[in-house]
């Protein structure tokens, strides 16, 4: 079932002055019901305008964008909208305002007319959906750590119960495990709630580990799209991007040139140990010290 | 007597405590830096790096210890505006130290403020704008600019000061990878043609570019080493929430597996001449 539909798309920043910029053209991207979808490309090549048509904080210049079967230029519709697609910006600790961690992830739910034995449910659930102790949320925002405190603004968004996730660079500035956590509850709750999430990324490492689709942007312009496996090994078109391969496929490639072949590509560095141990094993010469 | 030893700055047990908390985020830290040199900087979130490039740029005093930058104590006042001359920081957020409308008028702000003659700001701007490849673009208004060119940009403001170390705090966090290679070649070069480089970051792949890597954790510093024998230590890093690098990840996980592998191995290169001995 496709979730969000976009056709035709483009995007004109100041039309009509001497500033105008043509941000999106003509894209065309389906984003189907439940799937893990990246959306990589370099700065300035439209993800974030891409991002913000999603759940109508942008309207298209031309074309049109679906999400779950309604237009969003459709103003009735607007509201349910905003409901429906949560958008977790980037550093989105920087929004969090309220004196204590339930203050802050209740408001979102509050403002949805929630009443307040439903608005307490879900800020415990949503808690523990991203690995957050239930005592935080007592706590003072300004005491946590910056990886928890980038939990608990994406809790904000979760306990609205979104259907459709999108999150803007959600890892960016944290250190590799805090990154990793966020992500890993991301895909965790997106396969046991059937959420549709959309990773707005310029590293390609992380939609090699969570994505089921990639899509990159270049300039506005929709470059590629399809299975993880087979946009990350599409190098060529990678580069001319502005965005560099996980490195299990650039080792791929190095050691193919090199007359080394594995027997499948791999994305991540796991799979590269897998492979390359399996090599290595039954040509014999790793078993026992190799130096 | 400054501009003597190859020792360029010294932290001598320094601590530090934010006002009114009992906690230090830095405690008894003894670490050097030597002229020309490139060193990264990696730890968890909260383990005082920020802290540590303020209290190295003189923008924080030690509550504890000292700080001697080119022989000079960043806690006395007479020589503060000295040594704000001689290390320069780098934020996270470009924009947030761009202050000018052109960008060749955003370099020269610096040395202007100096008072310094006009025909030497020229100069200095000319080779700031040069050192980080902006020369093309110097009469463009900054916010045109892509991500890595602003961040160029500040470091080129801080470069017409004449630094002898910069200190950038996670400069690639908000780049794309191109941004991103653009400023660590600038970095490489800068270290390369005397100036010492201090980078705190959170990518291990771009850290093991260092001539020196030092690990903050648990209020102090847990190793200061090489890349090499730093990115070996993937169970010390595992525990502080980071990882090596990708190719020291490969080498661990292989190891894992129950194959040995020479040690330090962690960056591609290396990687594939090793794969290559075992697999050809």
Redesign the interface.
Known sequence: MPCIEVEGLTHVYFPGIPLETVALRDIELTVYDGEFIALAGAAGSGKSTLAQHLNGLLLPTAGCVRVLGRDITDKEYRQQLWRQVGLVFQFPERQIFSPTVFEDIAFGPRNMGWDSITVNKRVKETLALVGLPEEIQDEDPRTLSGGMLRRVAICGVLAMRPQVLIMDEPGAGLEPAARQLILTSIKEIQSQQGITVILITHHLEDAAVFADRVAVLHQGELLSVGKTGEVLSQTRILHKAGLKAPFAVELAQRLNELGIKLPTMPLTVEEAARLLYGLIKTTGAGSGGVQ | MPGQSNLLIELQSVSYAYPGSQFPVLQDICLCVGRAEFISVI????SGKSTLARIISGLLLPTGGRVLVDGMDTGTPKTRKDIRRRVGLVL?NPDNQLVAAVVEEDVAFGPENLCLPSAEVRRRVEDALNAVGLSQVRGRPPHML???EKQRLAIAGLLALCPLCVVLD?PT???????RQEVLQVLRHLSDSGTAVILIT?H??EAAGADRVWVLGKGGVLADDEPAAVFSRVKLL?E????ST??G??AY??SE?G????TGIVI?ED??KY??????
Do not use: Y
């Open positions: 730890g968890p979130n909260g996270q892509s991500g890595g996670e966090s908000m780049l794309d990878p191109v941004g959170h291990m792949d595992h502080l929430g980071l990882t990708s190719a990840d490969l996980r292989l597996r194959l040995e592998l020479p591609m990687m594939i794969l290559c001995r075992v697999l050809k």
